[in-house]
């Protein structure tokens, strides 16, 4: 495990701290305030062998200068924003523009680059907030967004709420770099993928969707049965993103609910592990890490591209644009909540 005294340090006038979370099945998360990351995730095997599973570094100053979105939280909207700018109730905002002419991610210094609060700890639960004042990076309203990491059985569950006191849209993330053999141990190529979804998002050679939802059938993106990964990515369907970087609409995605249910959206196996994605959103964003560069990391291993894989539960990406697409425009009288489990098997 990383040594906790190694993220002891001021950020921004805000302490920094790394926290350890385990079950007694083995399973250990250690998480960071800074951009609310996941730094390490230990997960036996089905012969007990333990293995951290997810990307990262060992000290927060390498956290602070590589691979900005590593395992945080991206807000205050995932993806990209086409054009940078929305409307809300007939008011036009502008958003900082940080991928060509779109806003990727909530722009420059996202969530995933902030200090958050620590609001409450233990040894299987860590609770952060983070107060978004109002024009940040462009986006309207006072957002307090409050996230939970809970440990439980070989279960890594992500509660998210959020409420504002003016209108304006979320749609956050957890953007967490699974490789199932452990960090650093190659790509993801020998892993399987299966998605469990019968439509997905088309997108444009810019990775901005294109405002329909259409059937996988008879597509790439048909993923109802378990695929070797290799199998996939080089197909030319994924050409523009150099891979897989590619939403899916979940079942039930257009059936609004105030209290969405949990669903499993995904299972990646590989390395002896298998991992489960549950979630209340509505959409299952897959990137193979196709822009991975070359860092070494925790293990000492070198990274490099298609190394991990992302699988981020998230409401469908710029749907402030497109009526079709579930609602992400949150109200000062509406409490926003979501969750998200990894489960490995």
Known sequence: MINEASFHQIVEGKQVGLYTLKTAEGLIAQITNYGAKIVSLFVPDAKGEVADVVLGFSTLDEWLTQEVYFNGINGRTAGRIRGAQFDIDGTTYHVTKNKGEHCLHGGYHGFNDKVWDVVEVSDSAIQLHYLSPAGEEGFPGNLHVYVTYIVKDKDLIINYEASTDAPTILNLTNHAYFNLKGEGRGTIHDH??????????????????????????????????????????????????????????????????????????????????????????????????????????????????????????????????YPLFPNTILRPDEKWEHSTIYRFL
């Open 192 to 321: 399987t993928l299966q998605v469990m979804a019968d439509e997905y998002i088309p997108y444009d050679d810019k990775a901005v969707p294109l405002g329909t939802v259409v059937t996988v059938d008879n597509t790439p993106m048909d993923m109802r049965d378990p695929v070797l990964i290799a199998d996939r990515i080089d197909l030319p369907f994924f050409a523009s993103g150099l891979g897989i970087d590619n939403g899916w609409a979940l079942p039930s995605w257009n059936q609004p609910c105030e209290n969405p249910p949990l669903r499993l959206a995904a299972i990646l196996e590989g390395g002896g592990r298998t991992m489960e994605t549950w979630t209340t959103f509505p959409c299952m964003q897959v990137y193979s890490g196709n822009y991975v560069e070359k860092h070494m990391g925790k293990s000492g291993q070198t990274y490099d591209v298609q190394c991990a894989i992302c699988l981020e539960a998230e409401m469908f990406p710029d749907a402030i644009h």
